[in-house]
């Protein structure tokens, strides 16, 4: 692949000289094998550059001004596309052209490759997956759930035997209380069996008395 660099040898702006020495100067520097066009001096060489610039890429005016940039056939950009493409590091990105080894830009672009590939992302979703935990803590969960479960019937169980325990109190209670109940009623038939019987008496000794009276006046 050829990089071509379309410039005018003979312009008199210098902001377009100052630019077109700055794209020519790093690409050296980068050891990029590119290609030098003239458009100033080389109708043709005019032409083709401002038929293959994208529309949306010109100017107000429709005339691409120099550098522009190409990779073969296909359009790179312009000056303030390379200057941003420099700032960011990605000169060859925007060049078309694979990063040499051990660059900024391979580094930059093995951390993309890795997180679109998944080396990292198959990590972190790892870690978002979220883990039974009886497979995170294996036997020493089961023997928790266990002693909790064991904990429980014996929690039921004690519930159980204090409920027969106040039962069982309850019922030596009634019985005490039908106990004392029983010879208080037994005391009071025999104070009312012992009234009756003194009443009987009484009645007795009245009659007596009454019957000893009469004969008495008889006589």
Same mark, same amino acid.
């Given at each position: 692949m050829v990089i071509k660099v379309f410039l005018a040898s003979s312009s008199g702006s210098t902001a377009i000289k100052k630019k077109q020495q700055d794209v020519v100067?790093?690409?050296e520097a980068l050891k990029v094998d590119y290609t030098q066009l003239d458009i100033a001096c080389n109708e043709e060489n005019r032409m083709w550059m401002r038929q293959n610039v994208p529309?949306?890429? !010109? /100017? %107000?005016?429709?005339?691409?001004? /120099? /550098?522009?940039i190409f990779n073969e056939e296909g359009y790179c950009g312009d000056y303030d596309?390379?200057? $941003? *493409? !420099?700032? $960011?590091?990605?000169?060859? #990105?925007f060049l078309g052209l694979p990063p040499p080894p051990g660059s900024k830009e391979a580094e930059q672009a093995d951390k993309a490759h890795i997180v679109e590939n998944g080396n990292h992302a198959d990590e972190n979703l790892d870690d978002s997956i979220e883990v039974p935990e009886e497979e995170r803590n294996g036997d020493a969960h089961v023997e =928790?759930?266990? *002693?909790?479960? #064991?904990?429980?019937?014996?929690?039921e169980g004690g +519930?159980? =035997? =204090? %409920? +027969? @325990?106040?039962? %069982?109190?309850?019922? #030596? #209670? $009634?019985e005490e209380t039908a106990g004392d109940e029983a010879p208080a009623e037994a005391e009071e038939e025999a104070v009312e069996e012992t009234d009756e019987a003194q009443a009987e008496e009484e009645e007795q000794e009245e009659e +007596?008395?009454? @019957? +000893?009276?009469?004969?008495?006046?008889a006589e």
């Open positions: 100067g790093f690409l529309e949306e890429k !010109k /100017p %107000a005016n429709g005339i691409p001004l /120099p /550098p522009q596309t390379f200057f $941003d *493409a !420099k700032e $960011d590091n990605s000169v060859y #990105a =928790e759930e266990q *002693a909790e479960e #064991a904990d429980e019937e014996g929690g +519930e159980e =035997e =204090e %409920a +027969e @325990e106040e039962a %069982a109190d309850g019922e #030596a #209670a $009634d +007596e008395d009454l @019957e +000893e009276t009469q004969e008495e006046e």
